[in-house]
């Protein structure tokens, strides 16, 4: 069994930075791919950004250069840095992980960016 639990959720203003993080326990040493999706209200849940067990990462076009995606083995965490958030950035962003037989889900945390 695998635990995802995510932090760093909060308020912020348009322009400013959140980091935040997904901490995995159980036995993930074989994960295919982690990563950050997000859902706002009445929105479809949409990926940000990937990485690969081999440190390959992807992003989705709307974070591209502001977003950052990167994770430490020896903590078995993920982060996601975000800089100059935007008010459409606002959503609730769940951490995923990829095993070779099942995929695991945090319960996400809350991401509000005021105008």
Partial sequence: ?????????????AGGSLRLSCAASGSISRFLVM?????GTGNQRELVATI????????????KG??????DNA???VYL???R???????VYLC????PITTYWGQGTQVTVSS
Avoid at 52 to 63: E, I, P, R
């Fill in 1 to 13: 069994q695998v635990q995802l639990v995510e932090s760093g959720g909060g308020l912020v203003q």
């Fill in 35 to 39: 990563g950050w999706y997000r859902q």
């Fill in 52 to 63: 690969t067990s081999g440190g390959s990462t992807n992003y989705a076009d709307s974070v």
């Fill in 66 to 71: 502001r977003f950052t995606i990167s994770r």
């Fill in 75 to 77: 903590k078995n965490t």
């Fill in 81 to 83: 840095q975000m800089n």
């Fill in 85 to 91: 958030l935007k008010p459409e950035d606002t959503a």
């Fill in 96 to 99: 995923k992980i990829v095993l």
